[in-house]
């Protein structure tokens, strides 16, 4: 007889039923499964109804996040083995409107990206002729770490800040905010400042750092935002105390 | 489904979902070893701000004369003053230690081109602490 473990997944059909609740499943405990397998299994064997989101099954998409077990987690990245004898929890991401069983609506987290400027910003195009930005490994260095993010929301469901403050920009966005703020080959710090140095932005962060301890890529956005408070810190002091400096 | 919307041949609907919003428990904060911890290292802050009340209060009966200063200073010799002073120390010292040890997560120091490990970062910051706290102590015992 092959081992089982039990998946308590959070159900939600609105046409069904106002409110979420829980169904649970058996499914084989395999050695080599994570999680997202279970939950093909699921559907493909026991309930097709079950909706989730997955594409590429290897931490690259970005787009399998469920909680597991109440803890933000990329499905196709958790082994379904460390959860044994069970049950496992799995309920849609934290913090998000649900759609649909384990479908959260990503419209807010867009807004909140975009407000965060993620493109090479310059103040004027360099004319083809002159030829391609470059760019030396270590100026590459700077911001490497933050280009990793894959916007998989983990670190906003990690985030009580999220929950609590929803108007709050949010630990991805700010990453990747600094990711071009820390390209040599961008002008758009300014630009940048103005939107997330006001209302919900960096400074909405009580530094919990949860966010940099569930995200996949290591990208650390608790460090991220940190950074950007001390260059603010560090700017402001230096409006008041160099006035006559300006803004470079 | 009963309430499913009717749909004519032809005709484009666009799906607009019953978005359900989950409501976040006041208790959010004890899911997690993590939170906890997090709750702590704030509500220690506290007892920063108790410090500075403490020292304006000292200020305070230092301005009113001596015999005020003595009866302040009778107060702190009281068994339960000290006891909460030990309280308050031990608690101030989480919470320098707890942002002592998040310092790294803000700071990136680099030498030459070389990032400087944040375990050198976090022992530094005590080193200095410990040397400004025992400057700090000799000077009042030298007084």
Not at chain 1, 54 to 63: E, F, I, K, N, P
Request: charged letters at 20%.
């Amino acid at each position: 007889m092959e081992q089982t473990i039990t998946l308590q997944v959070q159900r939600y059909i609105p046409e069904q039923y106002p409110e979420p609740y829980f169904q649970s499943y058996e499914v084989p405990l395999r050695k080599k499964w994570v999680i997202l397998d279970a939950l093909n299994y699921i559907k493909d064997e026991i309930d097709g109804t079950l909706t989730y989101r997955w594409s590429c099954r290897m931490g690259v998409c970005g787009s399998c996040g469920m909680m597991v077990n109440d803890r933000p987690a990329l499905t196709c990245a958790t082994f379904l083995e460390e959860y044994a004898p069970g049950p496992v929890r799995i309920t849609p991401l934290d913090y998000f409107g649900i759609i649909r069983d384990l479908v959260v609506n990503t419209d807010d987290f867009m807004g909140k990206l975009k407000r965060a400027q993620p493109w090479l910003i310059t103040d004027e195009a360099k004319p083809l002729s002159e030829g391609a930005y470059k760019q030396t490994p270590q100026e590459k260095a700077e911001y490497e770490q933050y280009s990793m993010c894959i916007n998989c929301m983990l670190c906003y469901s990690a985030c009580p800040v999220v929950g609590l403050e929803p108007d709050f920009v949010g630990p991805a966005a700010i990453a990747l905010a600094q990711r071009y703020n820390y390209d040599s080959r961008d002008e758009g710090e300014d630009q940048r400042n103005e939107e997330l140095t006001g209302e919900g932005g960096i400074y909405s962060c009580t530094l919990v750092g949860e966010c940099s301890e569930v995200c996949p890529k290591a990208v650390d956005p608790a460090g991220a935002i940190q950074r950007y408070k001390a260059t603010g810190a560090v700017e402001w002091w230096q409006s008041v105390l160099m006035p006559w400096k300006g803004k470079s | 489904m009963s309430n499913a919307p009717k749909i004519s041949a032809g005709e484009r609907v666009r799906y607009k979902p019953q978005i359900y919003m989950p409501q976040m428990s006041i208790f959010w904060w004890v899911k997690d070893r993590a939170y906890v911890f997090f709750i702590i290292r704030e509500l220690t802050s506290l007892v920063v701000a108790a410090y500075v009340i403490l020292m304006m209060i000292q200020i305070n009966a230092l301005s009113q004369g001596p015999e005020a200063w003595q009866a302040l200073t009778d107060w702190f010799a009281t068994p339960f003053s000290i006891g909460l002073h030990i309280v308050f120390l031990i608690l101030l010292i989480f919470h320098t230690l707890t942002w002592f040890w998040v310092a790294p997560t803000a700071m990136v120091v680099r030498i030459g081109s070389k990032k400087v490990p944040g375990s050198i970062l976090i022992a530094g910051n005590i080193a200095m602490w410990l040397i400004i706290s025992l400057a700090i102590g000799w000077l009042i015992v030298s007084i």
